[in-house]
């Protein structure tokens, strides 16, 4: 009964993937092509350079400045 119930709970989750993959690949060349644009954000934006530096000296920074205030930090 179990081994039943197993296989009809497969053939259901088959049947519903392939019912909605169906929809979904119908057209393959709906999005834009070209360079850039599959990037979530403007390649020609003025702000993209001092954004991206922000971001880097952040994300590489912010270990250093803790190890530093943890270094002077009184007990």
């Not at 993937?17 to 979904?24: E, G, L, V, W």
């Not at 991206?52 to 250093?64: C, D, E, I, R």
């Amino acid at each position: 009964m179990i081994a039943a119930a197993r296989s009809n709970i497969a053939g259901q989750v088959a049947r519903r993937a392939f019912s909605t993959s169906r929809a979904q690949m119908s057209s393959p060349y709906h999005y834009p092509s070209g360079a850039g644009s599959n990037l979530p954000f403007n390649r020609k934006s003025k702000w993209l350079g001092p954004a991206f530096v922000l971001f880097a000296v952040t994300g590489f920074g912010a270990p250093f400045g803790i190890a530093v205030y943890q270094t002077y930090k009184t007990k």
